[in-house]
């Protein structure tokens, strides 16, 4: 039965926000954005310290650093604003209360408090294990406890989330199935619980043994299990950066997925199969044997990218169909040279879409075939990859998500559009090239880990790199890496400014409604495009051409890059 609740609806969109989903919305934004503001700044002095020619700090204090960023950023910025959007996508989307309230404001706090007391972990100076954190090395009890705490603090949050889903159900307040940004959600939901699950299974025991409680870890078992945490961590990303790119379609264009059967198919795969891509990251560890190996790499991972593709193509496919409906119809393009690409929110989506397919995408196969990982296995082309599939991909996205929250969900104008305007291509080029230059340094055979890629100072120290491509790529990277910070720091001017000192929108206020009655009479054209369109299954075929040609695009792309990265395994074969 509906009960009364506050509800507030916005009168420019036609979405209903719950009093309290709404509060905890805007302090996880928040609490992400500051976590991106402290990562950021840590980001500058590692780019300097990896130019080799500037070098700016010691190896201890690099390596602090760089555990913080990882953290930071891979964690605590990211699993933040996915809280946000989880809320968004089950309490505003489907117009419905949040479930358990007060549970949601513990799963908040613990979040918060675990962020800091593993920040304070690191930077008191003993817990310099980097994000992966292997044993045998080991951190303060704090660091390990702060993370349990983080983690438990979001798996909260995803009950809560799907309570909502509940609540929604047995209230009524939606008819049909749920639209599919909330499908992708449900997805980012579901991945989060097996990542969180992982986390514990082995955080719980490293940090009993930090204490003294437990006499040994095994490092490989340690890794095998970590990468299941670590790396599906990073698939909640996925699902829902994907999600997002449905929604900034939907709010922009209005656009219906082309076929919501497959894109839902897509979801589920990513459910079944996205977290075993964690296998690249084992794949040259000796005590895993190779009928794992081939499986994951193989037909698990093939799965996984099969996911990803479709998504690649119905989302540009679903705006071409809108535009080319609006009348931008003249050949192959006109309908992407017509879209707004002043709209920070569409160009955002899109950079981070083209670099999420063409830079993450394709390297990610790359390195997690079996054979073809092993020439750039623990070199500097891994974070080039994952800085394209995480930064560009989803935190790009999440920028773009933000400039439709700023005014609908804070109710304050956007502050500095004309620099909003320039934000996603500053960022998203400089990270394009940031990535890029990064995995060029590490296919020439660059480390990942050491803070000095000659090994200065060491018995084996190696000067083969100055003056060669390797010390210029890396040259290249750390000027894109500075020119992606300027766009990460016009995102916090313009976010915080605008949130803190933006001019407030005036809107109805909160009033005593019923579930089922907190929408608006009328939807307005936003909430309407995120409704599920049962009817459009499979309608949608090659109404798309353009996309079509791009996907085309895509694929030569791939196939070309993956049988040069053959030829630089060919090159080694001598060795054995």
């Known amino acids: 039965m509906a009960v009364n609740r506050n509800f507030r609806v916005c009168p420019s969109t036609g979405l209903s926000y ?29 780019v300097l310290t990896r130019w080799q020619a500037v070098h700016l700090l010691p190896p201890d204090w690099f390596y602090l650093l760089l ?13 933040f604003f996915e809280i946000a959007v989880l809320y968004f996508c089950a309490s505003t989307l489907l117009r419905c209360r949040l479930a358990a309230p007060n549970w949601a404001w513990a799963g908040f706090w613990l979040m918060i408090v675990g962020a800091l007391v593993n920040n304070v972990a690191v930077f008191r100076g003993d817990s310099s294990v980097m994000f992966t954190s292997y044993v045998p090395m080991g951190a303060h009890p704090a660091f390990y406890l702060g993370l349990i705490l983080f983690a438990v603090g979001a798996l909260i949050a995803c009950f809560v989330f799907l309570g909502t889903l509940a609540v929604a159900k047995s209230e009524k307040t939606y008819h049909g199935s749920v639209p599919l940004v909330t499908f992708g959600a449900i997805t ?60 900034i379609a939907a709010i922009v264009f209005g656009a219906k997925p082309m076929s919501e059967k ?11 199969f996205l977290q075993l891509a964690s296998a690249h990251h084992l794949l040259a560890d000796p005590g895993l044997t190779s009928h794992w190996k081939i499986f994951n790499t193989s037909y698990a991972m093939y799965l996984a990218v099969l996911a990803s593709m479709v998504h690649g193509l119905t989302v540009p496919g679903a705006i071409e169909v809108a535009q080319r409906q609006k009348g931008y119809n003249k050949g192959l393009f006109e309908w992407l040279r017509k879209a707004p690409w002043g709209n920070p929110s569409f160009s955002a989506m899109f950079i981070s879409l083209i ?44 920028m773009g998500l933000t400039y439709f929250l700023i005014p609908t969900l804070f109710r304050r104008e956007l502050m500095f559009p004309g620099m909003a305007k320039w934000q996603p291509y500053v960022f998203g080029l400089g990270m394009a090239g940031f990535s890029l230059f990064m995995m060029g340094a590490g296919t020439l055979g660059v480390p990942r880990r050491h803070w000095d890629i000659t090994f200065a100072g060491n018995p084996l120290a190696y000067d083969g790199w100055a003056g060669g491509t390797a010390w210029l790529m890396i040259a290249a990277m750390a000027i894109c890496g500075l020119l992606a910070t300027v766009g990460g720091a016009m995102y916090l001017l313009i976010t915080v400014g605008s949130v803190f000192l933006g001019k407030r929108i005036a809107t109805p206020d909160f009033a005593y409604v019923k579930a089922r009655d907190g929408v608006a009479p009328t939807m307005k054209p936003v909430e309407v495009a995120f409704e599920a369109h049962g009817s459009n299954i499979g309608t949608a075929g090659f109404v798309a051409p353009g996309t079509f040609v791009l996907a085309l695009v895509f694929l030569l792309s791939f196939v070309l890059y993956y049988f040069v990265n053959w030829k630089y395994l060919s090159t080694v074969w001598p060795l054995s």
Do not use: C
Not at 28 to 39: E, I, Q, R, Y
Not at 67 to 79: K, Q
Not at 262 to 272: E, K, M, N, P, Q
Not at 378 to 398: D, E, K, Q, R, W
């Open 18 to 46: 719950h009093e309290p989903a709404e509060k905890l919305m805007r302090w996880n934004a928040v609490a992400a954005v500051v976590s991106l503001l402290v990562g950021g700044v840590l980001a500058v002095l590692i």
């Open 67 to 79: 555990t913080a960023h990882g953290l930071d950023m891979l964690v605590f910025w990211i699993i």
């Open 188 to 247: 980012a939901a579901i991945i989060a619980i097996f990542t969180i699950a992982s986390g514990a299974i082995i955080l719980i025991p490293t940090f009993l043994w930090s204490v003294g409680l437990i006499g040994h870890i095994d490092s490989l078992m340690y890794r095998t299990v970590w990468w299941a945490f670590g790396h599906s961590s990073q698939q909640i990303n996925v699902a829902a950066h994907v999600s997002v790119w449905y929604a």
């Open 262 to 272: 497959v894109s839902r198919t897509a979801f589920l795969l990513y459910i079944l």
């Open 355 to 398: 670099g999420f397919g063409f830079l993450g995408g394709i390297s990610g196969v790359m390195m997690g075939t079996e054979q073809l990982n092993l020439i750039i296995h623990n070199t500097i082309y891994v974070p080039g990859h994952f800085h394209a599939t995480v930064v560009i991909g989803t935190t790009l996205a999440f």
